[in-house]
């Protein structure tokens, strides 16, 4: 069943005259089960990844550079993050499940990495 298929049913049970008050998430989610192929979803930088989490910008840089968090560099330079890796990022982090940590590349190595390996 379509998106539209989908809308039209939740509509179609609803007197004449009523009014539909949605969470923003919701209807995000099912935009977002819409188009599950890879390529589509919201792009987020850094910093509005880490308001999402309650992190600094430099935390989600981490995550991306040891593999934690799936994302890409844009132009090999400012990351970009999908709504739905962050979201699957957050159900692992829920559920327990924590990958152990692996360096993207050596160039990528950040201090904190080091600390951690040195421990």
Known sequence: ?????????????????????LPVTWLRDLLDAEGDSPGTGR???????GDVVGRSP???RTWLNTSRLDGFKLNGRAWRIR????????????SGEHE????R???S?????????VR
């Open 1 to 21: 069943m379509g998106l539209v298929d989908r809308l039209k049913a939740i509509i179609d049970v609803m007197p004449d005259g009523a009014s539909v008050s």
């Open 43 to 49: 792009l987020l930088t850094l910093e509005e990844a």
């Open 58 to 60: 430099s935390t989600v």
């Open 83 to 94: 709504e739905s890796a962050l979201r699957s990022f957050i159900e692992r982090q829920e």
């Open 100 to 103: 152990p940590p692996t360096i």
């Open 105 to 107: 590349s050596p160039r």
């Open 109 to 117: 190595v950040e201090l904190g990495d080091w600390r951690n390996h």
